[in-house]
């Protein structure tokens, strides 16, 4: 028989109020990808509760950007502002980049290596400014081809 407890949150914030329902329990938080969890409400109002206590490991998957509430907690902020409401960080927090799909420039560089012929104009996209500076050299020095790191809305005519 499986049993699901159907009340609703604010209901189970009183009964843990009044010590009738256990603390908080540890809890793993996801999102398919890293910006749901930072970005929806349901995974900030998780945050907001869970930020401020000491036994919470917040673990980041992947990259984050900067100016972003992952990169903050990640670069280590005392303190982040999630609903208008600063919430103190004491949980740890943790990162791995080992498990990130992206391309490395190396893997970058190689795949480019497999066309038939260069483009007319390579853009580079994705990534921090720098990052992707770097890039466009390398594929002008590596390879010989135009390229150039599009700016923020910038649109191409092809």
Do not use: N
């Amino acid at each position: 028989m499986l049993l699901y407890d159907q009340r609703c949150a604010a209901e189970k914030r009183r009964l843990r109020k009044r010590g009738k329902l256990p603390g908080k329990q540890a809890a793993l938080l996801r999102g398919s990808k890293v910006s749901d969890l930072l970005g929806e409400e349901q995974g900030l109002r998780h945050l907001r509760h869970r930020l401020a206590d000491e036994r919470t490991t917040v673990l980041f998957v992947g990259y984050q950007a900067a100016g972003t509430r992952g990169r903050l907690l990640r670069d280590g902020a005392a303190r982040v502002r999630i609903f208008g409401e600063e919430v103190p960080v004491r949980a740890t927090i943790m990162a791995t980049d080992a498990l990130s799909a992206h391309a490395d420039q190396g893997e970058i560089i190689r795949w480019l290596r497999g066309f038939t012929r260069p483009p007319a104009m390579t853009y580079c996209v994705h990534g921090e400014p720098a990052a992707a500076a770097a890039l466009r050299a390398v594929i002008e020095q590596h390879l010989g081809w135009r390229c150039a790191v599009a700016a923020d809305l910038q649109q191409i005519e092809l």
